[in-house]
């Protein structure tokens, strides 16, 4: 039998146990690989054959929306399921239009995860009904949206670093990006979310539930 590669991120040993635990428990799946963080992660995209990357999105040392588009930058056929504690109105759709191919919540049944390993698996997204709700909502987004919701995948990115207290210089080093190409990201955030100051973006973000 062909067995699907299944890769684990997860900063918590006791979560990646558990998936593997209950991932092994199928004939069909093999758990190639396991990180624990950002570096581990692109390291184990570069240096394991995958077919699917079962990921979370909270990390330390950058975020998942991070990750997801270095991983996808050196992998674009890779097909990642992000697995996370968030809800899926926060990040869901944006993540899918960054190139995810599924989203669950932690909370969903387990067997819900296979399901969406075996679907991704075989070059299929996985949408569940309360996404397929989401997305649908995208289409009178200029009239529904919140306002973190009409960022662009890039301008969502500076957003969270800066609402977690990062300064321009943190982040265009994170990012490789130029000081004034950060800064000119946050003039248009500034602008669309109209808010005045980084104390403002941090509340906003706690306040949608966008931070941990």
Not at 82 to 106: C, D, F, T, W
Not at 171 to 197: C, D, F, H, P, Q
Request: aromatic content about 4%; charged content about 25%.
């Amino acid at each position: 039998m062909l067995k699907t590669k299944v890769g684990l991120v997860d900063d918590h040993v006791i979560v990646r146990s558990g998936l593997k635990a209950l991932l092994e428990l199928n004939a069909d799946i093999e758990i190639a690989g396991e990180a624990a963080n950002a570096r581990e992660a692109l390291d184990l995209v570069r240096n394991t054959p995958l077919d699917v990357l079962v990921m979370d999105l909270s990390m330390p040392g950058q975020t998942g929306i991070d990750v997801l588009g270095s991983i996808l930058a050196r992998a674009p056929e890779l097909a990642v399921l992000v697995l996370s504690s968030y809800p899926a109105e926060h990040y869901a759709v944006s993540l899918i239009r960054q190139g995810a191919m599924g989203y669950l919540n932690k909370q969903c049944e387990p067997e819900e995860i296979v399901t969406a390993i075996r679907k991704l698996a075989n070059k299929t997204r996985y949408i569940s009904a309360e996404v397929a709700d989401l997305l649908a909502l995208q289409l009178n987004k200029s009239q529904t949206a919140r306002p973190h919701e009409l960022l662009s995948e890039r301008e969502f990115q500076v957003f969270l670093r800066l609402a977690k207290g990062e300064t321009v210089t943190d982040i265009s080093t994170a990012l490789s990006l130029s000081s004034k190409t950060v800064s000119t990201y946050r003039s248009r955030i500034m602008e669309k979310m109209t808010l005045n100051s980084n104390s403002d973006l941090t509340y906003y973000a706690l306040k949608a539930g966008l931070l941990d």
